[in-house]
């Protein structure tokens, strides 16, 4: 990517067509013909979300706010907004609009989701709204108690129903759907690189976590079904496409992250994407003979902070983040043998920790065919969205 980039000044954010067009494949190869509903947050590109959907095996996006979801509505027919919402101003549109309301689906995981839409536009006054229920898939450990992230308090088939049933009931609203996502399996790398009794570790949970989820997820599907017909049931991420795939009652899975590739999947055993995305920084000080600074890089991933949320500087290969100043909003220093023949305005490249955050930062991101730069797209942030 750094020839066919020679002529761009950086900053700026670069996807290899190759890596990714085998990512995508990739990804529904290792689904097994249960369609991937593509996971927006990870992506945050309008143009590579419409590419990927264009493909056989994808089907739907899986949102991460209302108004995203309404934005996206306006040309892709199968939205389905992966969190809860408080957002009134988008619950009155998605209200106004009987087109965006046959378009897209919220999630709830209590009466009072119910409750908030009610209070914005009443049941009368609107079509129906459709919901979906998401299903708590952390595991519950003997040994290490709760596993996995702190999302819906619905973990039992009988809350489920429950839920249903008032949903059922309640007019303005239509039930179509449930969701669970496995963030234990799916999210926690389970190859962790220079650490294989945390590995094996990992992945003995892993194991238990899924059976667990499997014969509890089917029984809430089966409750929440007697009580009305499911469109879809929705489970998974990047890192669990086989595992989630195969429970037989998960009817599509969510994967956007194994797209680009970031470097938190470096650390997974049973599969590899491809690095698709990067971004590039110039060197605009020399402080000392073995080190640079680069303008900018603190591109910090969500989650623990840890090392592991950094940037990874990829090339030129051998240079290393300082100890001390690691990556910075406004600089980040870099040591080793490399950097003593960088020169002021030579790129280094780095690869962000997660995906769809890396848009956060570039208005566009530049399309790498072989050695040329085939275009640019713009993400959110160049279309002048900014959602979460």
Same mark, same amino acid.
């Given at each position: ?7 761009? %000044? ?15 494949? *990739? ?25 990927? #959907? ?6 739907? =996006? ?12 306006? !040309? ?10 408080? *957002?009134?101003? &988008?619950?009155? @549109?998605?209200? @106004? ?9 919220? +999630?709830?995981?209590?009466v009072e989701h119910l409750d908030l839409v009610d209070s914005v ?22 040994? #290490? ?26 007019r303005g609203f239509r039930l179509v759907g449930m969701m669970g ?11 962790? $690189? ?5 590995? @094996? +570790? ?48 998960? !009817?599509e899975v969510a994967a956007g992250s194994g797209l680009f590739g970031?470097?938190?999947? %470096? ?20 402080? &000392?003979? *073995? ?9 910090? @991933? ?5 090392? *592991?949320? #950094?940037?990874?500087?990829? /090339? ?5 983040? =300082? ?8 600089? !980040?220093?870099? =040591? ?12 280094? /490249?780095?690869?962000?920790? $997660?995906?769809?955050? #890396? ?25 002048? $969205?900014?959602?979460?």
């Amino acid at each position: 990517m750094n020839a066919a980039t020679a002529a761009l %000044d950086p900053v700026f954010g670069a996807v290899n067509l190759a890596a990714l067009s085998y990512n995508a494949h *990739d990804l529904a190869r290792r689904a097994n013909g249960v369609p991937i509903r593509v996971a927006s947050k990870s992506v945050r590109c309008r143009g590579v979300l419409d590419a990927v #959907l264009a493909m056989p095996g994808y089907r739907g =996006v899986l949102a991460y706010t209302l108004a995203e979801a309404l934005w996206l509505a306006e !040309t892709i027919d199968d939205v389905v907004v992966g969190y809860p919402t408080a *957002d009134r101003a &988008a619950v009155a @549109a998605l209200a @106004a609009s009987p087109e965006l309301a046959a378009r897209v689906t919220i +999630m709830i995981d209590s009466v009072e989701h119910l409750d908030l839409v009610d209070s914005v536009v009443a049941p009368t006054a609107r079509p129906d709204i459709r919901v979906a229920i998401e299903l708590d898939s952390s595991y519950k450990s003997k040994l #290490l108690g709760h596993i996995g992230v702190w999302r819906s308090p619905v973990h039992r088939a009988e809350q489920a129903r429950a839920l249903a049933e008032v949903v059922v009931a309640r007019r303005g609203f239509r039930l179509v759907g449930m969701m669970g996502y496995e963030a234990q399996v799916a999210g926690l790398g389970n190859a962790p $690189k220079g650490s294989p009794l945390r590995g @094996a +570790m990992v992945r003995a949970l892993q194991r238990s976590s899924m059976a667990e989820l499997v014969e509890r997820r089917a029984a809430a599907v089966a409750a929440v079904s007697e009580l009305a017909p499911l469109e879809f049931v929705n489970g998974g991420g990047t890192g669990s496409l086989e595992a989630t795939g195969a429970d037989r009652s998960v !009817t599509e899975v969510a994967a956007g992250s194994g797209l680009f590739g970031p470097h938190l999947f %470096d650390n997974y055993a049973h599969f590899t994407p491809a690095p698709a995305a990067a971004f590039a920084l110039p060197v605009v000080r020399r402080p &000392a003979p *073995d080190r640079v600074t680069l303008l900018g890089g603190g591109w910090i @991933a969500s989650g623990p902070p840890g090392v *592991d949320r #950094l940037p990874q500087v990829v /090339w030129p290969a051998g240079l290393t983040m =300082v100890p001390r100043e690691m990556a910075g909003e406004v600089q !980040t220093p870099v =040591v080793g043998e490399p950097a003593t023949r960088l020169r002021l305005g030579d790129r280094v /490249w780095l690869r962000h920790t $997660k995906a769809g955050e #890396l848009s956060e930062h570039v208005n566009e991101l530049h399309l790498i065919d072989a050695d040329t730069v085939a275009g640019a797209l713009p993400t959110y942030r160049g279309e002048g $969205k900014a959602f979460l």
